[in-house]
């Protein structure tokens, strides 16, 4: 049976529309419906109703929907205090834009109107029950979308059936204990793009009240030494409240007109408040990272770049340069050869051949603190194996370039305090905070002795070199650099006795480097 109400405009003060045929009905409603005061709208379980121009409730008006409402114009609510419409199905299908506005707490909802439907005024909405996106944009605009505990996506959302949250407001889930959720949201601006946050909580406290909202920007990330070299034109934010001592995997969704650069050298990282890099990007446009704290997030390349300066003792010519006949001799190894015990680096650094002017491997350690004496062991985040040339510039495995510490950043607020590790001269660290310039890390500790925390830095020439006869990590030249001269005497190769690096023979020069150094100590915090 079809039913068909015709209702010019309702603006009685006292007048209730009742609906509840105990048999399905199909009702059209062909005008504006606005309901005064204490008016009250009921459509009952059962019932199909249709609004085909605008649905509007002053303050005071009840609209209580346990069928299904069929909206084709804006739903206008202007009730000063949250207002539970039913918990029925609202579907939003006009065939120009639609507008929902006022205080509104819906059970289900499906946005089915090509053109697309905005939330305005100024109250947030809520959604408890299933939220079907069959076709077009919801775009919030500066006002939140909540969904509740036991809401659920619906529909197949993509980037023409999708939520906005572009402007200040977010796409908000409320939590009731560990589990998955994906927010379909993207942006619509030059071109629509879905670019959808999955977060699945696997621990975590969850009171009443809690959510965590999801907004984002199709710009680069507003920190400028992210948005650099390969990055991603897109940002989130997740704005978490009342949500403790959680972990959560996060997987964040991009399109390729996102990509500025490489994509392959992306990793997902947190940019603000605090500046963490979580995993590398693998495959299917698709970042994650399992987080303790929510923030700001975005696709960059999440290599640290380092360039350092520094001399070895024993090869240096008194000038500016140091020999590479250990090179010219094919004696340095083509993989790193810090694995062993003192230093126990697990790198895997290697080459097919050791590029032109490489004197030998060197060990950077970076160590994160606010002062230079509180980086201590303790604060290292990253180490790498590289090379040092003979001008003194310690650059990546090809040769050149700077360093690239993949996945590691500096915590907001810390200093970067690189030490660097030869196999048999005196270890260095810095004693001031390495500047960014031009985004990358730059430390020369050649320049003076006030670039090297604490003694353990010697002055040859117009340099400061780090100290020859040393074993290893110990930060004096002692017994331990006189066994390795006695262990190697007279061999030819790669030894550590061979302190001058000089013809691949360990001999009495080296021991002459050893015998005047003996005593000398560094310092390490």
């Given at each position: ?32 419906t606005h309901m005064l005061g204490s008016m009250s709208m009921n459509v009952t379980s059962g019932t199909s109703v249709t609004e085909l121009s605008n649905l509007l409730l002053d303050n005071g008006g009840v609209l209580d ?63 408890n029950g299933i939220f079907t996106l069959t076709s077009g944009r919801f775009t919030l605009g500066n006002l939140n979308l909540l969904l509740g505990t036991s809401a659920t996506i619906g529909g197949t959302p993509a980037a ?163 020999s590479t006949i250990l090179n010219a001799g094919g004696l340095i190894p083509l993989t790193q050869p810090y694995s062993a015990a003192p230093w126990s680096y697990p790198g895997t650094e290697s080459v097919g051949s050791i ?171």
């Amino acid at each position: 049976m079809k039913l068909n109400v015709q209702i010019q405009r309702i603006n009685l003060t006292r007048f209730i529309i009742l609906l509840c045929l105990a048999f399905s009905v199909t009702g059209y409603l062909r005008a504006e419906t606005h309901m005064l005061g204490s008016m009250s709208m009921n459509v009952t379980s059962g019932t199909s109703v249709t609004e085909l121009s605008n649905l509007l409730l002053d303050n005071g008006g009840v609209l209580d929907n346990q069928g299904t409402l069929t909206v084709k114009g804006n739903l206008t609510n202007s009730n000063t205090s949250a207002s539970n419409l039913g918990t029925g199905t609202y579907i939003f299908a006009g065939t120009s834009p639609q507008t929902i506005s006022g205080p509104n707490i819906f059970t289900h909802v499906t946005i089915n109107n090509s053109t697309g439907v905005s939330l305005t005024g100024s109250s947030d909405n809520t959604i408890n029950g299933i939220f079907t996106l069959t076709s077009g944009r919801f775009t919030l605009g500066n006002l939140n979308l909540l969904l509740g505990t036991s809401a659920t996506i619906g529909g197949t959302p993509a980037a023409g059936n999708m939520v906005v949250p572009t402007g200040t407001g977010e796409l908000r889930k409320s939590f009731a204990g560990t589990g998955s959720f994906t927010y379909p949201v993207g942006d619509n601006d030059a071109t629509a793009e879905y670019s959808p946050v999955t977060t699945n909580f696997t621990s975590g406290t969850f009171p009443g009240g809690n959510y965590l909202g999801v907004n984002l920007k199709n710009l680069p990330d507003p920190d400028p030494t992210i948005a650099t070299g390969d990055y991603l034109n897109r940002y989130w934010v997740l704005d978490n409240s009342n949500i403790s001592g959680y972990s959560c995997n996060l997987t964040f969704t991009f399109t390729d007109a996102d990509v500025v650069g490489t994509k392959a050298n992306l990793f997902c990282v947190e940019s603000f408040p605090v500046h963490q890099v979580y995993d590398a990007y693998v495959s299917n446009n698709h970042l994650t990272g399992t987080v303790t704290s929510f923030g700001r997030f975005t696709g960059a390349n999440g290599a640290l770049s380092a360039t350092f300066f520094t001399f070895l003792e024993g090869p240096f010519n008194g000038t500016n340069a140091m020999s590479t006949i250990l090179n010219a001799g094919g004696l340095i190894p083509l993989t790193q050869p810090y694995s062993a015990a003192p230093w126990s680096y697990p790198g895997t650094e290697s080459v097919g051949s050791i590029p032109a002017g490489v004197v030998d491997w060197v060990l950077i350690e970076l160590r994160q603190a606010t002062i230079a004496g509180s980086a201590t062991s303790s604060t290292v985040f990253g180490r790498k194996a590289a090379f040092l040339k003979s001008d003194g510039s310690i650059v990546d495995i090809s040769g050149s370039g700077p360093v690239r510490f993949l996945g590691s950043n500096l915590t907001t607020g810390n200093n970067l305090y690189p030490v660097i590790y030869h196999r048999n001269h005196m270890p260095v660290m810095a004693n001031n905070a390495a500047p960014l310039i031009s985004g990358v890390f730059t430390y020369d500790f050649s320049t003076a002795a006030s670039q090297t925390y604490g003694p353990g830095i010697k002055h040859v020439g117009p340099k400061w070199v780090m100290i020859a006869g040393n074993s290893g990590i110990d930060m004096d030249i002692n017994n331990n650099g006189l066994s390795n001269w006695v262990t190697d005497f007279g061999a030819t190769g790669y030894n550590k006795g061979d302190f001058d690096l000089g013809n691949g023979s360990v001999d009495n020069s080296d021991l002459s480097l050893w015998v005047a150094n003996f005593g000398l100590a560094g310092l390490l915090p």
